[in-house]
C-alpha cells in the first residue's frame, strides 16, 4: 500500500461530510421499505437490499447505522429508528446462544444508545439506561458462555460452525464480554459458580492470537508475519488444535482479507479498552503488560501485512491474498484496486473495518510508530469516501459499494458482462464505512473518542 505521508485528518473533512449525508438518504430509504418479516438486510442484490439465510448477524447494524446517523446529525428522527428497531427486533439477539456474534449486534444498538445517553445526546433517562446495560450484562454473559476449553485450559467462543470452530471474526464480538464486566456482571455457572467474563474475554483473545494469526515463527511452511486463517480447527474431544480452515477465504493457508481486517480492528479496540481496566482483574489473566503484549503483537503484525501483504496501493484489498485469479493480473498490489477487473473481486468492506482498526491502533501506540498507522488509516479512508467506491446514486441503497459476501459459496451477484461480482454493497461494510466515518468527523469536530466502553476514558 502507498501510504501518503503528508495526509491530516482535516483533509477528509468534506469527504467524510458527503459520506454522511449520502448516509441519509440510503438510510431513510430502507427504514421505509425493509419488511422485517424477511430477516435481516445483509447485502444488496441490483442496487436493493436482500437477505441471505445464514445468520441474522447484520439485523444491529441495519439499526446501528441509524444511530450512527443521529449521532453525526443529531435528527431525532433516527433515532427513533434505532430506538424503535432495538426494541422491537434485538431481544432475541441477546439471548441467541448459537452465534458468535453478540459484540456485533448488540454493541451497535444497546451499545451505541448507551453511549449516547453516557454523552449526553439523549436525554438522561435512569431506567432506559437501565435497560440498555441490562441488555448488554445478559449479551456478555450469553456470548461468555458459548465456550470451548483447550488442552491448555484456555480456550474459545466457538463459531456458529460448531463446537470444534475459532474464527478470526469473533476476536471483535469480545467487545460485549468487556463491556459486562465493567457494567459488574459475571457468568453464573452450575452450583453458583461465579464465571469472569473478563477472563473468558481474554482466554479468548490469547488463543485468536496464538492459533489464527502468524508471526513468521515457522509454524508451517505458509507462515508468513501477519497472515490470518479465517477459522482454527480444534479437537474437542481432547482439545489439541488440529489445522487451519476458512468458510469465506479461498484456502486455509492464504488471507481472507476481511477475517484479516476484524483481527486489525477487534485487538486494537480491545487495547483501548485495557485502559479502563483494573489491575486487580487483570492479574488473574497474567497481568496487564502480558495481555497488552500479547494483542499488540497480534494487532501490529496483521496490521503490517494488510498495508505490505494485503492491500492494493490505494488501501483496498481484494477479497482473499490467495484468489488464484491474482495470478493473472501482474503487480496488483502495486496500483490502486480494480473493482471491475476481470479475474477476482476486491472486498471494500474489509478496508472499512481494516481502517478503524488501524486508526485506533496508531491512536493507541502513539509516537512514530503509531503515526504510520494513523496515516495509514486515513489513506485507505480518503478511497472509500470518493469514486468508485462511495455510492451517490438515490437508485443504490448500499453506501460502500464493491463488497463482498461468500465467494466461495457464489452468494455474490455478478452484474451482466462482468467475470466477478462487483457494484453491491453490504449492511456490515455500510455499518463499518459510517463508523468510521462519524469516529473521524468527532475528532475533528473534538467530541468524545468514540470507544464501545465508557466514552470518557479514551
Known sequence: MRVDPSIRLRDLNSRLDRCIELARGKITCISETWDPCRGAPVYTVGGKYAARGWTEWTQGFQYGCAILLFDALGEKRFLDIGRRGTVDRMAPHVTHTGVHDHGFNNISTYGNLRRLMLEGAIQDDFWEQQFYELALKASGAVQGARWTTIR??????????????????????????????????????????????????????????????????????????????HESIFNVQDGNFRCPGTQQGYSPFSTWTRGLAWIITGYSELLEFLVVVDDEDLSACGGRDQVAEFMTRAATAAADYYLDGASAADGVPYWDTGAPGLTQMGDYLGRAADPFNEFEPVDSSA??????????LGRYLGGNAGASYTRAALTVARTLFDAPYLSDDAHHEGLILHSVYHRPNGWDRRREGQNVPNGEASMWGDYHALELAVLLKREINGQPYMTFFDPKAG
Open 152 to 229: 491448555d485450559g484456555k480456550g474459545y467462543i466457538p463459531s456458529f460452525n460448531g463446537a470444534h470452530s475459532l474464527f478470526s471474526d469473533t476476536i471483535r464480538t469480545c467487545r460485549s464480554l468487556g463491556l459486562a464486566h465493567v457494567l459488574g456482571h459475571v457468568l453464573m455457572g452450575e452450583n453458583d459458580r461465579a464465571i469472569s467474563l473478563l477472563d473468558r474475554m481474554i482466554a479468548h483473545a490469547e488463543t485468536t492470537a496464538r492459533f489464527n494469526v502468524y508471526y513468521g515463527d515457522g509454524r508451517d511452511s505458509y507462515d508468513i508475519r501477519g497472515r490470518v486463517a
Open 351 to 360: 478496508a472499512a473495518i481494516a481502517a478503524q482498526g488501524l486508526y485506533r
